[in-house]
């Protein structure tokens, strides 16, 4: 256990930001999964559903809850079976 008033703080920080980032975290990855299913189903929305979960991973990476990298990656993922699934259509 903490010893300080600081530390006690500083833990109180840290578990507001984890239930934060938690929620951030959360909500892009059921956007992307949305996203994923509307492209294998052929839905009328799967553009739009690409475009919210590329925006929804776009603004975790920027707030640093998830990597740059690992966004990119997710993006570049969702855009080639996106990009597959319409010209098979």
């Known amino acids: 256990m903490a010893n ?3 530390a006690i703080k500083e833990i109180r ?3 507001a930001r984890q239930e934060r980032n938690k ?3 959360s909500r892009t990855k059921t956007t992307v999964r949305k996203a994923e ?3 294998s189903t052929g839905s009328t929305e ?5 475009k ?3 925006s929804s ?5 920027s707030a640093g809850i998830i990597h740059a990298n690992a966004a990119a990656r997710k993006k570049s ?3 080639k079976k996106f990009n597959k699934a319409t010209i098979a259509a």
């Not at 799967?46 to 690409?50: I, T």
């Open 4 to 6: 300080t008033k600081s």
């Open 13 to 15: 920080v840290a578990n």
């Open 23 to 25: 929620a951030v975290r």
């Open 37 to 39: 299913s509307s492209i």
């Open 46 to 50: 799967a553009s739009e559903d690409v």
């Open 52 to 54: 919210r979960a590329i």
């Open 57 to 61: 991973l776009d603004k975790a990476s």
């Open 77 to 79: 993922r969702l855009v």
